[in-house]
Each structure stands twice: as C-alpha cells, then as structure tokens.
C-alpha cells in the first residue's frame, strides 16, 4: 500500500521558476526518498534525507522533513525544461528492504 | 555493459501464455526488486530478494513467480497473462536497502497481454 502522497498531482512553470512538491507519509519512517523519472524511463534516485535531518541540499535541490507533521517537500530552483519529469517520494515498506512510492507530481517546465 | 539491464524493452502477449521477463545488474548487489507502474497507482511491489535463493513477496504478488540462482539475475515469469498484468515492471537492485540505500532502477518492460 502506498505511504506517500505527492502534491501537487501536475505543476506547470516556466524555465527559472522554483517548484516545489509536497509528499505526505502515514507511519513513521527512518528515511525518506525523492526520485526522478523522465518519461519512458527508470527512475532515477535524486536525494535521501533521514528522519533526524531537517532539510537537505543537493546542488539545486532542496529537501526538508518534518516528522512531526509527516510530511516533507521537494524545491527545485531555477527549474530548467530538462527537470520537465515525474518525482515520486518513497518510504522504506513494512519489510525494512523496498520502498513504498506515491503516486508522483508531474513537472512541466516550459522555455 | 554496466548497470541494470531489463529484457525485452517491450512484449506483447497474448491472454494465458506464459512470459518472462529478464533483469540483470552487474554490481553484485545483494538485494533486487520487481515493481510494477500502473496509472492511479504508482509503483507497487511484486517481490524481492535478499540474496540469491532467498525470495520474498511483496503488495501484488499474485499471479507472479520468482527465482534467483545467481546474485546478477532476477527473472519476473507471468505464469498464465491476465489483462490485469498489462503494466510496465521495473526491476530495481540495491546494496543494503535496510540502512536507506537509494535503489537502481532498470529501464523497464512494457507489457501489454490482449
């Protein structure tokens, strides 16, 4: 069963802006994660952050959490046409050893 | 070639056949996965291996079978196509998930069974 929920479920922004994308989780967690996929494509890891970091930046990338809330958030600066892709959150499952996937935010980004 | 590899790219298949679908990882990691992408449903998980011979089921195991002779392969066998099964699967493998390793993911199979 899935544990995160992405939000928005599409965001459209022109070349420059920031998009953020929000994931929900239900249960607690240890670490969360944020992958990329461009269509057609496997997917791709982007950024890991563990349950007692805040916020963690990775180049343009900028991922927080907040556990208490249940909840953590993906910033893209400066988006570009080329980060035009789908972003999914995933938690590790009850197992310990996959991960649970929302269903993802679909990114446009248009020059 | 390096990575993860899946075959085929894309098979079509008729309604009670039985397919297969190949994945192979050239860094020896321990653990691999098999997910499948529906629309509405993102990625749900098939099965898993800890390590060769050692299986185990995930969310949507049904219908699936399994095997890991050797650490590399991780075959997915439909035993008898149901339209349900139309999907794309990733195979995805992973050094030591239980830590909160990131995983890598094939480039998937796009199945459609008529």
């Known amino acids: 069963s899935q544990q995160g929920e992405e939000d928005p479920q599409a965001l459209s922004i022109q070349e420059g802006e920031n998009a953020t994308m929000n994931c929900s989780y239900k249960t607690s967690i240890n670490n969360l994660q944020w992958y990329r996929q461009n269509s057609g494509r496997g997917l791709v890891h982007l950024i890991l952050i563990r349950s007692n970091e805040r916020e963690k930046h990775s180049g343009r990338l900028r991922v927080t959490l907040d556990t208490s809330k249940k909840s953590s958030s993906l910033l893209i600066t400066a988006s570009r046409a080329a980060d035009t892709a789908s972003y999914f959150c995933?938690?590790?499952?009850?197992?310990?050893?996959?991960?649970?996937f929302g269903k993802g935010t679909s990114l446009l980004v248009t020059p | 070639d390096a990575g993860i590899t899946q075959s085929p790219r894309y098979k079509i298949t008729e309604t009670g056949r039985q397919v297969t679908l190949m994945c192979h990882q050239t860094?020896?990691?321990?653990?691999m996965f098999w997910y499948r992408q529906d629309l509405g449903h993102g990625l749900r998980l098939i099965y898993y291996?800890?390590?060769?011979?050692?299986?185990d089921k995930g969310e949507v195991p049904d219908g699936y079978v399994v095997s890991r002779s050797k650490t590399e392969n991780f075959p997915l066998t439909l035993e008898s196509a149901t339209r349900s099964q139309t999907s794309v699967y990733f195979c995805?493998?992973?050094?030591?998930?239980?830590?909160?390793?990131?995983?890598?993911f094939g480039p998937g199979t796009r199945l459609t069974v008529t």
């Open positions: 860094w020896s990691h321990s653990y």
């Open positions: 995805a493998s992973s050094e030591s998930p239980g830590t909160g390793i990131e995983q890598y």
């Open positions: 995933a938690t590790d499952d009850r197992s310990g050893y996959a991960l649970n």
């Open positions: 291996s800890a390590a060769a011979d050692i299986t």
